[in-house]
């Protein structure tokens, strides 16, 4: 199942999107967050789909699935073999594969939608990266949850583009300046609830900038995988039902090529996960 939230003819509501199509559940929650905790049970969906329009997908706003978090985004940082060696790498280090996830986030602020513009404040910065990444959303609260148990909390599945300033990350020392600039994490299109969206799995993941491939990985390489990162981030910390967990980039960002690479005003960056979606983020100055 296809869960979205959008604007249409100035409302915002979620939906199901079906046969490209979307039906408004706005009805049965209020928002994405309050669909998460009710859950689906009492969801008649065949009802709500009589009982009003459904405005082709085209037609419609699409926004992050969700688009005010609860608290911030928490990622992980070289999560695949290859980026974190390219990292180091480019750094002038010697490589170290993480023994356990590393972990960052960035401020709910930073949340943008799947096709909006992304802000670009020569300012504040100019050396923008791209990072594709599986997003992960929480479905119920739990604390301290064993890696056999851990799929059984998530609620679903969605595509996130990690970008970073790369010249505040390096001011700083530490990842959440650099992570967290207003509009530099669009996710979307929509959330795939974890009973479609099959894990584990061997699924591309890959970014593109004005149709050039630049990274292209699979998520089946991950070093810590979605059980193994819900039982750590759990231990003595509850994750709540809406957290939204970043698993990690592939190699091919932009720092880390020869010569380094970093977006620009009048780009267009495209992140995808091979049967989740595509987000697609048009770069423009401020």
Not at 183 to 199: K, L, N, Q, R
């Given at each position: 199942m296809k869960l979205v939230t959008y604007e249409w003819n100035g409302r915002i509501s979620i939906g199901i999107v079906k046969q490209n199509k979307v039906i408004d559940i706005s009805s049965y929650a209020p928002d994405m967050l309050g669909l998460i905790e009710r859950g689906f049970d009492e969801l008649d969906v065949q009802a709500l789909e009589s009982?009003?329009?459904?405005?082709?997908?085209?037609?419609?706003?699409?926004?992050?699935?969700?688009?005010?978090?609860?608290?911030?985004?928490?990622?992980?940082?070289?999560?695949?073999?290859?980026?974190?060696?390219?990292?180091?790498?480019?750094?002038?280090?010697?490589?170290?594969?993480?023994?356990?996830?590393?972990?960052?986030?960035?401020?709910?602020?930073?949340?943008?939608?799947?096709?909006?513009?992304?802000?670009?404040?020569?300012?504040?910065?100019?050396?923008?990266?791209?990072?594709?990444?599986?997003?992960?959303?929480?479905?119920?609260?739990?604390?301290?949850?064993?890696?056999?148990?851990?799929?059984?909390?998530?609620?679903?599945?969605?595509?996130?583009?990690?970008?970073?300033?790369?010249?505040?990350?390096?001011?700083?020392?530490?990842?959440?300046?650099?992570?967290?600039?207003?509009?530099?994490?669009?996710?979307?299109?929509?959330?795939?609830?974890?009973?479609?969206?099959?894990?584990?799995?061997?699924?591309?993941?890959?970014?593109?900038?004005?149709?050039?491939?630049?990274?292209?990985?699979n998520i089946a390489n991950m070093i810590f995988d979605i059980p193994m990162t819900i039982s750590y981030l759990s231990r003595g910390m509850t994750l709540l039902a809406g957290d939204i967990i970043a698993t990690g980039t592939p190699s091919g960002v932009g720092f880390a090529r020869t010569p380094p690479e970093f977006l620009k005003p009048g780009d267009v960056v495209e992140c995808e996960i091979e049967g989740l979606g595509i987000i697609r983020n048009h770069i423009a100055a401020i």
């Open positions: 009982s009003g329009a459904m405005p082709p997908i085209e037609d419609v706003h699409l926004l992050a699935p969700i688009p005010n978090p609860r608290r911030n985004i928490m990622c992980l940082g070289l999560n695949y073999t290859e980026h974190a060696r390219e990292s180091y790498k480019a750094r002038g280090q010697e490589a170290v594969i993480p023994k356990f996830p590393v972990v960052f986030n960035k401020a709910t602020t930073s949340v943008n939608g799947p096709y909006d513009d992304i802000p670009y404040d020569t300012a504040v910065s100019t050396e923008i990266d791209w990072e594709a990444e599986l997003a992960i959303v929480i479905g119920r609260n739990g604390k301290n949850i064993p890696q056999e148990e851990a799929l059984q909390y998530v609620f679903g599945y969605t595509v996130l583009n990690d970008l970073t300033a790369r010249d505040l990350q390096r001011q700083g020392k530490q990842f959440f300046k650099g992570k967290s600039l207003d509009g530099h994490c669009p996710m979307g299109p929509w959330i795939e609830t974890a009973d479609s969206f099959t894990y584990p799995g061997s699924r591309q993941i890959t970014s593109r900038v004005n149709g050039v491939t630049k990274q292209d990985g």
